[in-house]
């Protein structure tokens, strides 16, 4: 594994807070999505695609699972009812890693950047969960096509 290091600026994002088994998060993708369709001003269709893991499913409790859908937004969020508000994904340095595949088995390319690469480089953690950009998914690729940026957060 070698990440490229980058300097990742900050955005505002629209967030549908998951919570609970990830068995349940593509009905929690679903519902961002028809929020997105529904209102495609404050975050349409070209908008940059990001999801944050806040904790491990292998280790996590299903209960206890924390995952972030996000878009990114260029307006104050309107308030609406379908539970999304606004965050920052915050800016700093990163390693950067490219996955190619279902992000199914996205914990390959994560578990490789935490156990594989972060012991040998001397870098350390920043206090931000590690990231991923969705740059290219399904239906406009094939599944094994997909592309995902994995951020691990460093100082």
Known sequence: MNPDLVQFEAIRVAVFEHRGPVANLMASVAHFKEWRKADPEA??????VF?????DPQKTPPEAF???ICAEIDQPLRPNTAG???????????AVARHIGSTDAIGETVYALYGKWLPQSGEQLRDFPC??????RVPTVQEHEQVTDVYL???
């Open 43 to 48: 975050c349409g269709a070209e908008r940059r």
């Open 51 to 55: 999801g944050v893991a806040y904790d």
């Open 66 to 68: 924390r995952f972030d």
């Open 84 to 94: 999304i508000i606004e965050k920052t994904i915050p800016g700093g340095r990163c």
């Open 131 to 136: 990231f991923f950009h969705y740059i290219k």
């Open 153 to 155: 957060p460093i100082f």
